[in-house]
């Protein structure tokens, strides 16, 4: 059973209620039940009437905490209160940020949840994270990203043994912040295998499974490369429609813009995830179609099958990257 | 006269001397005269030989300081003595940055040179500063970014009243790293037509004719949108070929394919610029073809013609972003 926020998507409730029953994945959904219809008998899809919602110019964890019955709360709750196995939401990310910070909880050891995010370039899936959880972090949440971002791509995609990367101005060990250079080198000591630095342009080039960067830059460079793939497939279409054998040209090429429109498009992927909590959350892009919202679902659904949560401890346990074990206890290290 | 170093560019030495003759300017040329052949008369262009370099592998300041006959110094002295009026270099830019500092020298009261380079996106100009300079930044650089930006935008671009916005991640006054939310402050009671915060795909919508951001944030977001473009361009190229129209699609799409690629080209731009300093300096891009490097030349030839360095320093003063302004001096605002 996987608990569906309702409220706060950008098309509404009744197309996240229709992306729930697309799923095929039994959901309880919380929802304004006077804005819904739900046809009896509704198979896989039972509704929880919640009129109340938090809204995305709240102060994030002041709404939540003030107000238990909303939506993004009831669902929260019912996951941490093992109700349901895992959170879907399509509306402020903030907000599912602190319901799951307060009633999914971290995982004991894991300093920050991080979010994490599939690049949407075609190709090979490379997951970046954090993509907006923390705009500041210390050395020791970069490595903790890295192992749950390993963890998620070995459980949900089936990558073997992950390629890390960490984010960063150069190629060289010593490139960028102080923190950076910190965390290179924990990473280079660790369990994981660790390709080094990488540039901006290595998000798009396969060279890595996951890139592992702070929140404010990883949600800047996710972000820039929606807009630009945006941009750079408007302008090819507005070169073709311009040109002298542009009628023809157009027609030709409509059906490779429309297949990689969809490959760019969020709603194929299905959402960002929490990584670090005790259940999987998923948070689906607040444009999300029903497909997209069905994908979201999927994408919980899976994750729990596939036991990224435990999955996720271990690897952390495995590589030394949990906050009880000292920083720098030589005793500890598997090595 | 620009002085130029011809060391260090990825398609060596002899290229950059023919970018300088490309580029129809006076030139002296800093590089290693075995290696080039420079027929008598020469015109324009002038050779200084110059056998030693500074390599990408070194650290830049020591380096710099090591060898005053590297050529990237001799052409930072030239420029600091006032032999020459600007300095350009394909070469590695903690070189470039590192000499610039020592003997072309930071305008008074500016607390750290910035990187500004244009986005590599079809459409209206908008430039991305810090670029890469400045890994770690305070509220009051990011300030001082702002002014030089827009003033490089109103001289050598002719925008009559840059707009200028703050990389962040929400649009919302208070949303980012507690330095980013503490110079959207100072840049909303400043002088300047602030836009208030962006996000990345604001990078290439157009919104602003400026966009402040650290060094490590602005330096993975321009590497990112150089990858994403790449990326975009051929997937569609793979697309047009792969289908049962594609031979005729190819050959209609390709003339547009081209001159989008000519656009997305970083040798069309020039290379990026070092503001904050007594003199013009431009970092060509170092893979530069001859016609990248004229490029650059041309770019530091018309920012010395239309006073950049006068204009920048004139606009720190107005809009109170020098350093010896103390800060939070009420008596010293133009408000």
């Known amino acids: 059973m996987i608990a569906l926020d309702a409220h706060g998507a950008d098309r509404g409730a009744a197309t996240v209620l229709a992306g729930a029953r697309l799923s095929g994945v039994p959901v309880r959904v919380f929802g304004p039940a006077a804005e819904l219809e739900v046809p009896e008998p509704e198979g896989a899809v039972e509704l929880v009437d919640c009129p109340i919602a938090v809204g995305s110019d709240e102060e994030p964890a002041r709404a939540v905490r003030a107000r238990p019955e909303a939506s993004i709360v009831r669902a929260a709750v019912a996951v941490g209160e093992g109700h349901a196995e895992a959170l879907v939401s399509a509306g402020p990310t903030g907000a599912a940020l602190a319901a799951s910070l307060f009633h999914v909880k971290r995982l004991r050891g894991v300093h920050r949840p991080a979010i994490a995010a599939l690049v949407p370039v075609p190709g090979r899936p490379t997951l970046l994270l954090d993509a907006g959880a923390n705009a500041e972090v210390r050395p020791e949440h970069l490595v903790q990203f890295a192992y749950m971002g390993a963890a998620f791509m070995e459980a949900v995609h089936g990558v073997a043994r992950p390629r890390v990367g960490l984010l960063s101005i150069g190629a060289e060990a010593g490139r960028g912040t102080p923190g ?95 990584l670090g909590l005790r259940s999987v959350v998923v948070i689906a892009h607040g444009g999300s179609s029903d497909e997209g919202i069905a994908a979201a679902i999927r994408l919980a659904r899976r994750a729990v099958d596939e036991r990224m949560v435990e999955r996720t401890a271990a690897a952390l346990d495995a590589g030394d990257a949990l906050r009880s074990v000292p920083a720098g206890s030589v005793a500890g290290r598997h090595d």
């Open 180 to 274: 950076v250079v910190a965390a290179h080198e924990r990473l280079a000591a660790g369990q994981l295998d660790f390709v080094g630095n990488l540039e901006g342009h290595d998000l798009t080039g396969g060279v890595a499974d996951v890139v592992v960067t702070d929140g404010f830059t990883g949600n800047v460079a996710l972000k820039t490369m929606e807009g630009t793939a945006r941009t750079v497939v408007a302008a090819i279409r507005a070169a073709v429609r311009s040109g002298a054998v542009s009628t023809v040209g157009g027609l030709l090429i409509r059906k490779p813009l429309v297949a990689l429109r969809r490959e760019l498009d969020p709603n194929a992927v299905g959402g960002a995830i929490l």
